[in-house]
T-cell receptor, first 114, second 113 residues
Framework: DSGVTQTPKHLITATGQRVTLRCSPR?????VYWYQQSLDQGLQFLIQ???????AKGNILERFSAQQFPDLHSELNLSSLELGDSALYFC?????????????FGPGTRLTVT | AQTVTQSQPEMSVQEAETVTLSCTYD???????LFWYKQPPSRQMILVIR??????QNATENRFSVNFQKAAKSFSLKISDSQLGDAAMYFC??????????FGAGTRLTVKP
């Protein structure tokens, strides 16, 4: 158990819908990262938040957005869902935004878009 | 752009034997970190080992060790005394400046009893 929690574990929804994935980082970690793991794209970094502020963006679509709240939990919002958005979405956390610290991954949310 | 290449989509090893998984990466940076993550069937991403690029000494964690060749941009993972529980997908990852971690495509390791 990494200490990072993600809800829900599974999510099935239809095309065009909007969903919210939730992540709680390990106690004491200020940085939260979101990743997408799909069969065709592999593991891709989406976005990072550090202490409530966006720190870095990766291959995140405009239909996707995220935020980190004062209690440091984070939410990833996916809208206008397409079949290709079906994937495993991971949240990871690390101690700080500066320097390099290993990232600890949550169990993931499996999203299926039908 | 930083890229990570794992040239072995699948590997197999006999229980109690040793196996080496390969990873190469491309970067123009001099200070970065490299990781190996394990993803068992449960899909959980588990950190196996990390290597700081400024350290010449290869990292070791129990049965897991790396061979880090900075000039060659190579970062292989050696698993000694392989166990059935080692069966998983293994991902090599590169991290610079604490964001945008780049992953390889993964190597599926099978352990034969």
């Amino acid at each position: 158990d990494s200490g990072v929690t993600q809800t829900p574990k599974h999510l099935i929804t239809a095309t065009g819908q909007r969903v919210t994935l939730r992540c709680s980082p390990r106690s004491g970690d200020l940085s939260v990262y979101w990743y997408q793991q799909s069969l065709d794209q592999g593991l891709q970094f989406l976005i990072q938040y550090y202490n409530g502020e966006e720190r870095a963006k990766g291959n995140i679509l405009e239909r996707f957005s995220a935020q980190q709240f004062p209690d440091l939990h984070s939410e990833l919002n996916l809208s206008s869902l397409e079949l290709g958005d079906s994937a495993l979405y991971f949240c990871a956390s690390s101690v700080a935004g500066l320097g390099v610290y290993e990232q600890y991954f949550g169990p993931g949310t499996r999203l299926t878009v039908t | 752009a930083q890229t990570v290449t794992q040239s072995q989509p699948e590997m197999s090893v006999q229980e109690a034997e040793t196996v080496t998984l390969s990873c190469t990466y491309d970067t123009s940076e001099s200070d970065y970190y490299l990781f190996w993550y394990k993803q068992p069937p449960s899909r959980q991403m588990i950190l196996v080992i990390r290597q700081e690029a400024y350290k010449q000494q290869n990292a070791t964690e129990n049965r897991f060790s790396v061979n880090f060749q900075k000039a060659a941009k190579s970062f292989s993972l050696k698993i000694s005394d392989s166990q059935l529980g080692d069966a998983a997908m293994y991902f090599c990852a590169y991290l610079y400046n604490n964001n945008d971690m780049r992953f390889g495509a993964g190597t599926r390791l099978t352990v034969k009893p």
